[in-house]
């Protein structure tokens, strides 16, 4: 059938409306797709550019160099030395534990080691870069360097690791570092990025732990470029952390080194401190340990022998040890007597050795008694009647609250570990801790520093700093932090009768220097340092009444009596007061005395004490004492060896 013009002009028109709409979609679609090119190319350049290079860039942290710890007089206590350390990151070492397999043909790793290695990669981001080994020897340091391309994923670096200098001399004031734990981790809220770097090393005790925050600083970060097998090819910028303050504390290394060394293999604790400021010049705990073992990895055996021992050389004595104060303790009854108004300078009791209350006969140490004595005379001889009468009148919330006022069951504000509180008690504290009342025989046994009385040897410095001096002094360890030295500010008056503390302290020189003071062989002769102190003697087993009394000697050493002894000096003009405590070292005035006597002189000297001050009989004893003291020499550039 033959189609008509029509019907031709009417297919026509329809071929050419299906090819403008093939075309204008072909259009628009090219339109879309170049736009589309556009903003990927054009207005994202920036962003693809980006996600482009974190194939091949990393950025790392670099932790920053812990802040120093120094004495008062700027010697280095705790610093940072250069290690060699080798580091593995995860994402670019591909098959970690073949790397590690390589690497072991190369450094002294076990495979031990190596699993160690493999479960912290697994637990942590994997960009973040694992320590291997640290401490290594430039040799092993030099072969992994020239072999790094066949080791993908590591990296020798040089950082800094922690040291000791005077290792034992600070162990228990400054403590020491340690890679971080889960429950480091745990304690804190938002913890820093740098803490998540395995093994990063942060204080675990002592001033390390408690002023972290100060000496951690803050970290700096680098780009590295690696390879396709995460090689580090370069490094492309580095932004340095901010180290961390220096902290200079208020001790003396001298008078530190010079107690510790003093204390030998004691096991106890001594505490110098300026009374005006309140600075603690020494604070000494023996034994003592190297911090240094730990920083390194302390090995089992080395753990071991200072857990079984039995001075326990890890424990802080100076404000961990909780110790009944003993005679030592009656300047506080003689205090809250005078100042309740039932003693005074006159007033005398009589001593026939011994007082009875009830069924019980509680005694004086001099069985036979002292007679009619005075409150010099109490202290001077240490008479335990005198107390017991005064103590009886006063009664036990008296007697507390002045304790509270010289520093007693109170924790001292200071930046060190497992700060104890002591008991300062009196009747609601025993109710409260045993449900039961406070009986007068409790009384008794507190007036002389016994029963439920406990204090730490930094309490009873501070106790004798405040007799001394008459203000409330705190206690004082951190001088400076970076450049700005810390404000002291000035103690407020002792809420305490001036003629009353007036009172105590002739009877504490009558202890040094009287005929029959209890510590007259510890006595200093040059009369620009005359010294006060009071001895104390605290048992450590009860006896059952009417049972003897054992000699220390005769007893196994744990159950002898600890030796007290609280000084200071000079008596006209206090500047320093020192506190000692020997565990199970009998009389105070036998095994403590002495030792406070040459701390105390090595405080007022500024050097090895001299042999004009001690009474002529004893100055060849002393002098082949001293020569015989491991003492370290502090030089303008630091501490020197030792001098055997």
């Given at each position: 059938?033959?189609?008509?013009?029509?019907?031709s002009?009417?297919?026509?028109?329809?071929?050419?409306?299906?090819a403008?709409?093939?075309?204008?979609?072909?259009?628009?679609?090219?339109?879309?797709?170049?736009?589309r090119?556009?903003?990927?190319q054009?207005?994202?350049?920036?962003?693809?550019?980006?996600?482009?290079?974190?194939?091949?860039?990393?950025?790392?942290?670099?932790?920053?160099?812990?802040?120093?710890?120094?004495?008062?007089?700027?010697?280095?206590?705790?610093?940072?030395?250069?290690?060699?350390?080798?580091?593995?990151?995860?994402?670019?070492?591909?098959?970690m534990e073949?790397?590690l397999?390589?690497?072991q043909?190369?450094?002294?790793?076990?495979?031990?080691?190596?699993?160690?290695v493999?479960?912290?990669?697994?637990?942590?981001?994997?960009?973040v870069?694992?320590?291997?080994?640290?401490?290594?020897?430039?040799?092993?340091?030099?072969?992994?360097?020239?072999?790094?391309?066949t080791?993908?994923?590591?990296?020798?670096?040089?950082?800094?690791?922690?040291?000791y200098?005077?290792?034992?001399?600070?162990?228990?004031?400054?403590?020491?570092?340690?890679?971080?734990s889960?429950?480091?981790?745990?304690?804190?809220?938002?913890?820093d990025?740098l803490?998540?770097?395995?093994?990063?090393?942060?204080?675990k005790?002592?001033?390390e732990?408690?002023?972290?925050?100060?000496?951690?600083?803050?970290?700096?970060?680098?780009?590295?470029?690696?390879?396709?097998?995460?090689?580090?090819?370069?490094?492309?910028?580095?932004?340095e952390?901010?180290p961390?303050?220096?902290?200079?504390?208020?001790?003396?290394?001298?008078i530190?080194?010079?107690?510790?060394?003093?204390?030998?293999?004691?096991?106890?604790?001594?505490?110098?401190m300026?009374?005006?400021?309140?600075?603690?010049?020494?604070?000494?705990?023996?034994p003592?340990?190297?911090?240094?073992?730990?920083?390194?990895?302390i090995?089992?055996?080395d753990?071991?022998?200072l857990?079984?021992?039995?001075?326990?050389?890890?424990?802080?004595?100076t404000?961990?040890?909780?110790?009944?104060p003993?005679?030592?303790?009656?300047?506080?009854?003689?205090?809250?007597?005078?100042?309740a108004?039932?003693?005074?300078?006159?007033?005398?009791i009589?001593?026939?050795?011994?007082?009875?209350f009830?069924?019980?006969?509680?005694?004086?140490?001099?069985?036979?008694?002292?007679?009619?004595?005075?409150?010099?005379?109490?202290?001077?001889?240490?008479?335990?009647?005198y107390?017991?009468?005064?103590?009886?009148?006063v009664?036990?919330?008296?007697i507390?609250?002045?304790g509270?006022k010289?520093?007693?069951g109170?924790r001292?504000?200071?930046?060190?570990?497992?700060i104890?509180?002591?008991i300062?008690?009196d009747k609601?504290w025993?109710q409260?801790k045993y449900?039961?009342?406070?009986?007068?025989?409790d009384?008794?046994?507190?007036?002389?520093?016994?029963?439920?009385?406990?204090?730490t040897?930094l309490?009873?410095?501070?106790m004798t700093?405040?007799?001394?001096?008459?203000?409330?002094?705190?206690?004082r360890?951190?001088?400076?932090?970076?450049?700005?030295?810390?404000?002291?500010?000035?103690?407020?008056?002792?809420d305490i009768?001036?003629?009353?503390?007036?009172?105590?302290?002739a009877?504490?020189?009558?202890?040094?220097?009287?005929?029959?003071g209890?510590?007259?062989?510890?006595r200093?002769?040059?009369?620009?340092?005359?010294?006060?102190g009071?001895t104390?003697?605290?048992?450590?087993?009860n006896?059952?009444?009417?049972?003897?009394?054992?000699?220390n000697?005769?007893l196994?050493?744990?159950?002898?009596d600890?030796?007290?002894?609280?000084?200071?000096?000079?008596?006209?003009?206090?500047?320093?007061?020192?506190?000692?405590?020997v565990?199970?070292?009998?009389?105070?005035?036998l095994?403590?005395?002495?030792?406070?006597?040459?701390?105390?002189?090595?405080?007022?000297?500024?050097?090895?004490?001299?042999?004009?001050?001690?009474?002529?009989d004893?100055?060849?004893r002393?002098?082949s004492?001293?020569?015989?003291?491991p003492?370290?020499?502090?030089g303008?550039?630091?501490?020197?060896?030792?001098?055997?």
């Amino acid at each position: 059938m033959r189609r008509t013009a029509r019907d031709s002009e009417e297919s026509a028109r329809r071929v050419n409306r299906r090819a403008l709409l093939m075309g204008g979609a072909m259009t628009a679609f090219v339109a879309v797709l170049g736009a589309r090119m556009r903003y990927l190319q054009v207005d994202q350049a920036e962003k693809f550019q980006l996600l482009a290079e974190e194939n091949r860039i990393n950025i790392r942290l670099i932790p920053p160099s812990r802040g120093q710890i120094l004495d008062r007089n700027g010697v280095l206590i705790a610093g940072n030395e250069q290690n060699y350390r080798v580091v593995i990151t995860r994402e670019d070492a591909g098959d970690m534990e073949q790397v590690l397999h390589r690497l072991q043909a190369l450094i002294p790793l076990a495979d031990e080691d190596v699993a160690e290695v493999v479960a912290e990669a697994k637990a942590v981001s994997p960009f973040v870069p694992i320590t291997v080994a640290d401490r290594l020897e430039w040799e092993e340091f030099s072969k992994i360097a020239v072999n790094g391309p066949t080791l993908p994923g590591v990296t020798p670096e040089v950082g800094l690791s922690r040291v000791y200098p005077l290792d034992r001399d600070f162990a228990h004031v400054v403590g020491y570092v340690g890679p971080v734990s889960e429950r480091d981790l745990a304690e804190l809220e938002n913890p820093d990025p740098l803490l998540q770097i395995p093994k990063f090393q942060i204080g675990k005790i002592g001033v390390e732990r408690w002023v972290e925050d100060t000496l951690r600083g803050k970290a700096g970060q680098k780009r590295i470029e690696v390879n396709h097998v995460g090689r580090v090819m370069r490094e492309l910028d580095r932004v340095e952390g901010q180290p961390g303050d220096d902290i200079r504390l208020t001790i003396d290394a001298g008078i530190q080194n010079f107690a510790q060394v003093r204390l030998g293999e004691e096991s106890a604790a001594a505490v110098a401190m300026d009374v005006q400021t309140g600075d603690i010049l020494a604070i000494a705990s023996a034994p003592s340990f190297d911090p240094n073992l730990f920083v390194r990895g302390i090995s089992t055996r080395d753990y071991t022998a200072l857990t079984e021992n039995d001075h326990t050389p890890l424990a802080n004595k100076t404000v961990q040890g909780a110790y009944p104060p003993g005679s030592t303790f009656k300047m506080v009854t003689a205090l809250a007597a005078m100042a309740a108004g039932v003693a005074d300078e006159k007033r005398t009791i009589r001593c026939p050795g011994y007082i009875e209350f009830g069924d019980r006969r509680f005694r004086c140490w001099n069985h036979g008694g002292h007679g009619a004595v005075n409150l010099s005379r109490a202290l001077m001889e240490s008479c335990d009647v005198y107390f017991y009468e005064l103590a009886q009148e006063v009664g036990i919330d008296n007697i507390a609250a002045m304790g509270r006022k010289l520093g007693l069951g109170e924790r001292p504000d200071l930046p060190m570990s497992a700060i104890g509180a002591g008991i300062m008690p009196d009747k609601a504290w025993k109710q409260e801790k045993y449900k039961e009342d406070w009986r007068v025989g409790d009384t008794i046994n507190a007036s002389i520093g016994q029963g439920y009385v406990l204090t730490t040897p930094l309490q009873l410095a501070l106790m004798t700093a405040r007799i001394a001096s008459g203000t409330a002094v705190k206690p004082r360890l951190i001088h400076r932090v970076g450049n700005q030295t810390l404000p002291i500010d000035p103690a407020p008056a002792l809420d305490i009768d001036m003629t009353h503390l007036a009172a105590v302290r002739a009877g504490m020189f009558d202890v040094m220097n009287a005929e029959r003071g209890t510590a007259k062989r510890s006595r200093i002769v040059d009369e620009t340092m005359l010294m006060a102190g009071k001895t104390g003697t605290a048992q450590v087993r009860n006896y059952n009444q009417g049972e003897a009394v054992a000699a220390n000697d005769s007893l196994p050493w744990r159950l002898r009596d600890h030796a007290l002894f609280v000084c200071y000096a000079p008596y006209d003009n206090p500047r320093y007061a020192v506190s000692i405590v020997v565990e199970h070292g009998g009389g105070g005035s036998l095994a403590a005395a002495p030792i406070g006597r040459d701390i105390l002189l090595r405080c007022l000297t500024g050097g090895i004490p001299p042999l004009s001050a001690y009474p002529a009989d004893q100055r060849n004893r002393i002098e082949s004492q001293f020569n015989d003291m491991p003492l370290r020499a502090f030089g303008p550039e630091g501490p020197k060896p030792s001098r055997a």
